[in-house]
């Protein structure tokens, strides 16, 4: 069989599925999921998994699931979409910021496959996004940094220069300086998701600057594990960590997949599935604050806890007024919130962050 | 404002996996034979290191377990190039891609754990550190001032005439790639055991690559090889610690350095071979070609 026929015979079997319903039933929906990294990296990937499993766990037979893990981002990334595309998937799960051209690409070319892209901003027909409000996540995380601090230097190894990332940094900045007004934030860009070896480097080039508190946008334990040689702390990026608990890991901000990867399916098997774009956030769980352990004092893990609970109830926005750019341009005007358009395309440090944005 | 001595210690570290690696590679390549298993080799030592650290609680004895389970992984790759004859390049791919693989398979119990703690040796740098520094000058006495090291260059440099002097060619390589996947091993299990402290997928993340680079880098001598894995690692820390620092360099820039550094070197190589009249130039005269004795 070759391709064309192939994909001619994939649409055929959705038309019969979408014409007679009672018959599809019975075949279970296959939905494939992209990883950027592997299942094991204890992060990000990980937490995408446990996503996948707990779809399966809700429908049981009704869905097949299938992942393509360690996949790099750029043109690879196509072919490894189409692979999934072709093996009869209906719903494509693409789980880092740099598959969303790749998306987009393949998206076009199956018009009758659902596609959800992680963190990114391009949308059509039957490509959806979704991302979470880590930067919700980012404040209380922030908080604790800045009221925990001895040196008054918080390090910062972040991925690469996108909003997401940028976002991150600034909110961890902001509520670090509103409880400590003389906190400095270092960042480093180790330029990958997942390179233990760097992030432990990029971890010993803060610490040897005077840094004692390390905030991580990377996917791997490394930065703890250095953290944690030096006497400094850290928190778990994207999933718990808890091996590093109850120190150098005194909290940490864990992405809640589950919750709408069991939502989406299910409306892709009841036919109501429509191509938006979903940004949840602390308020509906799709961010969550790990334990925050002993080795933070009761007052700070108060006022943290507490900070959680007003982000999550919507009562207050971690980007409010007034709020300068790096460059000493007023950004937000005493009281006024950041849109989410705003944020999406967030290319600039706040007021107070030295270091240079790479652009 | 960034203490220079500092930074000579973090670069002593990070360099310490591809160091290992490097010197490793070294060996098999002076004795002929063309190894693309490095990063497989690596990630292997990497998991059995660890899992050995995790369970007796000794980080050495974890080195121990990763030097003979890399040496253990690179076998299937003597016996295919040294008795099968087959292509030495292919093989060591397959290598690499079964390395990876295997290690992701048996390193899901792994996932979580942590490994013990390494005490700290002289200037706070483990003893690892030291070994790999004193690796470099016994291996270099070993290739050009033993008898053995001899017979492993001359091995490498003409293997028809190796044997028509009696020597076993096939054991002084396999004796080689053996050697090759105990280094590998111990690089790699440096940056779960040492660096990182955990056991994760893939973590290796490309060093096996880097030293293979090194090896061509140093053009085949043990010096060099120091020096590479010192421009590489120093590099990497030095791009890390000016951003800490917060100065306003391209990072782009340093990172691209180490690779120009090497197509610089090759460059120079290669002009300085045009105006010598040793054709094979400075690599092993007999690097990567299979041998079948026919007598």
Known sequence: MNRRQLIASVAALTTISLAAPTWAQDEPLKVGFIYVGPVGDGGWTYQHDQGRLAVEAEYGDRVETTFIESVPEGADAERAITQLALAGNKLIFTTSFGFMDPTINVAAKFPDIKFE???????????????ARFYEGRAVI????????????????????????????????????KVNPDVEMKVVWAYSWFDPAKEADAAAALLAEGVDVILQHTDSTAPLAK???????????????????????????????????????????DGTWTSEATWAGIGD??????????????????????????????????????????????????????????????????????????? | MIDPVALFLLLLSA???????????????????????????????????????????????GFAGAALAGALIALPFAVLTQFLLSNQVASGLALTLFGLGLAALFGKPME???????????????????????????IWWFLNRS??????????????????????????????????????????????????????????????????????????????????????????????????AGVRVPVQLLSMAPYLATIIVLVAISARQKFSRRAGGTAPGSLGQDFHALR
Request: proline letters at 5%; hydrophobic letters at 50%.
């Open chain 2, 112 to 138: 979580g754990v942590k490994a013990p703690a390494m005490s700290p040796g002289p200037l706070g740098l483990n003893w690892i550190v030291w070994l790999g520094l004193l690796m470099v000058p016994a």
């Open chain 2, 15 to 61: 360099s310490t996996p591809i160091l290992f690696a490097a010197l490793g590679e070294l060996v098999v390549e002076r004795a002929g034979v063309l190894n693309l298993g490095v990063e497989g080799m690596m990630i292997t030592g990497a998991l059995a290191g660890f899992a050995a650290a995790y369970h007796t609680g000794n980080p050495f004895l």
């Open chain 1, 285 to 359: 769980g799709e961010v969550v604050i790990g334990d925050i352990t002993d080795a933070v004092p009761a007052e700070v893990k108060a006022e943290a806890e507490a900070l959680r609970d007003r982000i999550g109830a919507g009562e207050y926005h971690p980007f409010t007024g007034p709020l300068n750019k790096a460059d000493g341009s007023v950004w937000l005007a005493e009281g006024q919130t950041a849109t989410d358009q705003d944020l999406s395309g967030m290319n600039f440090f706040v007021e107070g962050i030295s270091a240079e944005l790479p652009q």
């Open chain 2, 147 to 244: 008898r053995a090291g001899l017979i492993l260059r001359g091995v490498g440099e003409n293997h028809d005439a190796a044997h028509a002097l009696g020597y076993d060619v096939r054991r002084v390589r396999i004796a080689a790639i053996a050697f090759g996947g105990a280094m590998a091993g111990i690089g790699g299990a440096f940056i779960s055991i040492s660096t990182v402290l955990q056991w994760t997928e893939g973590m290796t993340a490309g060093a096996g690559w880097i030293a293979l680079a090194i090896v061509v880098f140093s053009n085949w001598t043990a010096p060099g090889v120091l020096a590479g894995a010192w421009l590489f690692g120093g590099v990497t820390v030095l791009q890390l610690r000016l951003q800490a």
């Open chain 1, 227 to 269: 953290a944690q040689e030096a006497g400094a702390i850290g928190f778990g990026q994207a999933s718990d960590m808890a091996a590093f608990a109850p120190t150098p890991r005194v909290s940490s901000i864990v992405d809640n997949w589950a919750p709408y990867y069991i939502k989406r399916v299910g409306q892709v098997l």
């Open chain 1, 117 to 131: 892209h992680a963190t990114g901003y391009k949308r059509a027909e039957n490509v959806a996004t979704y991302d």
């Open chain 1, 142 to 177: 922030g908080t604790i940094a800045g009221r925990m601090t001895k040196s008054n230097k918080i390090g910062y190894i972040g991925s690469f220069p996108i909003p997401e990332v940028i976002q991150g940094i600034n909110s961890s900045f902001i509520h670090a300086r």
